[in-house]
């Protein structure tokens, strides 16, 4: 994953704060990824500072809210392969998620 640029003088720091209250994410077949992303999103948008657009939030939270078999997913995306949030949910990327429609019926 690569982050898109920040503007000229903006410096940014994920809070510890912050990222203890993202929704986490394990890639159980329990887990909703559908429900996980919506949850996610809107933790983002509600706490996103001014200077920092929806796409440079989200993608730089987004591994913070993964863990055991999401993040491994996560972690073994091709460096450089997704640079927008969209690309990250494109049919492509979305076929290499190995828990992506996981949940039990």
Same mark, same amino acid.
């Given at each position: $994953?690569? /982050?898109?640029?920040?503007? #000229?003088? $903006? =410096? ?6 912050f990222?203890h209250?993202?929704p =986490? ?7 909703d990824?559908?429900q996980?992303?919506?949850? /996610?999103?809107e ?18 939270? /987004?591994?913070f ?5 999401a993040?491994?997913w996560?972690?073994?995306? +091709? ?7 969209? +690309?990250? =949910?494109?049919?492509?990327? +979305? +076929? ?6 996981? =949940? #039990?019926?």
């Amino acid at each position: $994953v690569e /982050f898109p640029a920040l503007g #000229a003088g $903006v =410096k940014f720091e994920l809070k510890t704060g912050f990222i203890h209250l993202l929704p =986490k994410f394990s890639g159980t077949p329990l887990e909703d990824p559908i429900q996980h992303l919506d949850e /996610f999103l809107e933790v983002c948008i509600s706490l996103r500072p001014s200077e920092i657009t929806e796409e440079q939030m989200s993608l730089r939270s /987004f591994s913070f809210s993964l863990k055991d078999t999401a993040k491994d997913w996560y972690h073994s995306l +091709a460096p450089g392969s997704i640079t927008t949030w969209t +690309a990250l =949910k494109t049919p492509s990327t +979305a +076929a290499s998620i190995p828990w992506r429609g996981a =949940k #039990a019926g």
